[in-house]
């Protein structure tokens, strides 16, 4: 059974400049199941934010339904499952952290020795212990986020919406932040969560769901990376001539340079071992022969470039041809 | 309950802690001590009478600014900010949040009301006076006023500004403090259009004028307790009323 399952929403919101309607999701399914780590990835103003406030229950959506455990978010009790960290949070200046997170267990139904024992342990976690008396108003924005985890995890929820996790983090928290939701994974949480940064993403995710104006417009499970790259090998040399570049490009995927050095991507194995005869017999020195997967990243580069040019792309499988330059 | 008991204990600690409420305390206990310093200068009315009149007026007027500066800038602030997003994404309904919130500014009008309510009875036995029944009904009916002004600043603030909430919740009060006045008036002097309108005004606005009982209290003039009952669960409906519309928008209202 999916943890989260969102069918086909639909949202749009009044443009008051034109008085018209300007729809900002379009018809936008995902699903996340146990135990996975879900990312969410796509341009600024692409539909993330909102369709995670839909998900969990700020916004309405216009058609489409989103269910959690299989109950409606609309259901208030279907919220003690999630928890949920939003974008930039701010949470209550006038209370302590200790304040803040024992009234955020109390709104998800917990309370006394149980609430303070896992307020306790969640403060411990996100390694803000020493700071537990002080007022959330005196916290910088890291200390804030590392609070706003706290906050999302101290009823134990199934469901984890995370809405930009890392920012404001330094790497000593990215760290932290990423070993506590592996460690959150591990113990069957599901985990949903959207990031520009595209590296904790890859350590992270199962999956990763791309939106681009209002539509999903490619799923890709992180172990595809491995079999999107199958067959592909780069190849880096030092002293090819940048004259003679020509010639394998008819053998190549892409071609690039950058000083003195060459970077070979081949598509097919048969052409490695000739390429390399060819490389050394121009007077080339091999440096590094290695197969290759694409990232994250230029599959969004790839999928974010393919809408933008009219050519939108659906479907899983297809490794992104990046720009060569000769 | 719980939840509802939760929101309202952080919003009275958010107004306790916050400098308002200290800086409308101290402000409203210097002008009732003031008056105790100046009511010597009065010429023919008793010291503890005009003491009672002003500290029973200044304990109305600090109240009832206070219910409106803060609920004002309570719900907006959290909206605005999107501290809102911490509890509503929980298993909270919006009727629950509505209710924690105008109970916790309650609370905080009961502390400062108490305290200033305090100071004025010291000020009043120290010039002679003593602390009565009409005293005690007329603070007591000041605070059911100021629940009443409490839920029609939290309707607005479901759907605007605070500025704006400022501006109609002074219209309301002004407009609510004369609409028994008015009713007379119109009934007596006007047109049968403007008997109509007038009446469903006084239908719609709540009835100011029936939670003061200054007058009384000052001047020693007897009363009934089943009118302070009745003038309580006129009180009871009109925040229930109130509140209730509040949810009906603030349950449509949409977090973008």
Do not use: W
């Not at chain 1, 996975?36 to 796509?42: A, K, S, Y």
């Not at chain 1, 890709?220 to 003679?244: Q, S």
């Not at chain 1, 340079?257 to 991507?265: L, N, Y």
């Amino acid at each position: 059974m999916d943890i989260l399952n969102v069918e086909n929403i639909r949202k749009s919101f009044r443009n008051n400049i034109s008085f018209g309607k300007e729809e900002v999701l379009r018809d936008l399914s995902l699903f996340a199941g146990e135990g996975e780590i879900l990312g969410f990835l796509g341009p600024n103003g692409a539909g993330k934010t909102t369709t995670i406030k839909i998900i969990v229950g700020l916004i309405r959506p216009d058609s489409g339904k989103v269910r959690i455990l299989g109950n409606s978010v609309s259901d208030r009790r279907t919220r003690r499952l999630i928890g949920f960290l939003p974008e930039n949070p701010f949470f209550y200046p006038h209370l302590t952290l200790e304040e803040f997170l024992i009234f955020c267990g109390k709104m998800s139904g917990m309370k006394g020795k149980m609430l303070k024992v896992r307020m306790e342990s969640m403060i411990d976690k996100v390694g803000l212990a020493r700071h537990k008396k002080k007022r959330l108003s005196t916290f910088s924005k890291g200390m804030i986020q590392r609070a706003g985890l706290a906050q999302a995890v101290i009823h134990d929820p199934d469901l984890l919406i995370l809405d930009e996790p890392f920012s404001g983090l330094d790497p000593l928290g990215r760290k932290m932040v990423r070993d506590f939701l592996l460690e959150l994974k591990d113990r069957g949480k599901t985990i949903f969560f959207s990031s520009h940064i595209l590296s904790d993403m890859e350590a992270l995710c199962d999956r990763a769901s791309i939106i681009r104006e209002g539509v999903i417009v490619k799923n890709v499970g992180l172990d595809e990376l491995f079999i999107m790259g199958e067959g592909k090998v780069e190849i880096t040399a030092r002293g090819y001539p940048e004259c003679m570049a020509g010639e394998i490009n008819q053998y190549a995927d892409s071609v690039q340079r950058s000083g003195d050095e060459t970077f070979i991507v081949v598509n097919r194995q048969e052409y490695v071992r000739s390429l390399i005869q060819h490389l050394l017999n121009n007077g080339a020195e091999i440096l590094r022969v290695a197969g290759v997967q694409p990232s994250l990243e230029e599959i969004f580069v790839s999928e974010v470039a393919a809408v933008e040019n009219g050519n939108q792309k659906t479907t899983t499988g297809e490794i992104p041809r990046v720009e060569t330059s000769v | 309950m719980a939840r509802i008991a939760n929101i309202a204990l952080n919003t009275f600690r958010e107004s306790v802690r916050g400098k308002l409420l200290y800086i409308v305390l101290i402000f409203g206990v210097i002008l009732i001590v003031s008056t105790y310093i100046l009511s010597p200068l009065s010429v023919g009315a008793a010291k503890d009478k005009i003491i009672t009149d002003v500290g029973l007026a200044f304990i109305s007027f600090f109240g009832v600014m206070t219910a409106v500066i803060a609920g004002s800038t309570l719900v907006h602030k959290e909206v605005d900010k999107k501290a809102i997003y911490t509890v509503l994404t929980r298993p909270v309904s919006r009727l629950q949040y509505l209710l924690g919130k105008f109970f916790g500014i309650m609370t905080a009008l009961i502390l400062m009301v108490v305290a200033m309510s305090v100071v004025m009875g010291v000020v009043v036995v120290l010039g002679g006076g003593s602390i009565t029944g009409g005293m005690l009904a007329a603070l007591f009916l000041s605070f059911i006023e100021m629940a009443v002004i409490c839920s029609v600043v939290l309707f607005f603030s479901t759907f605007t500004t605070p500025v704006l909430t400022f501006f109609f919740t002074i219209c309301l009060f002004a407009a609510g403090s004369l609409s028994g006045d008015l009713r007379v008036f119109a009934q007596k002097f006007g047109s049968g259009t403007m008997k109509y309108v007038i009446d469903l005004f006084y239908y719609i606005l709540p009835n100011l004028k029936l939670f003061n009982l200054r007058h009384e209290a000052v001047h020693g003039i007897a009363f009934h307790y089943s009118d302070i009952i009745l003038t309580t669960v006129y009180a009871a409906v009109y925040c229930s009323v109130i509140i209730y519309f509040s949810y009906l928008v603030f349950s449509k209202r949409e977090f973008v």
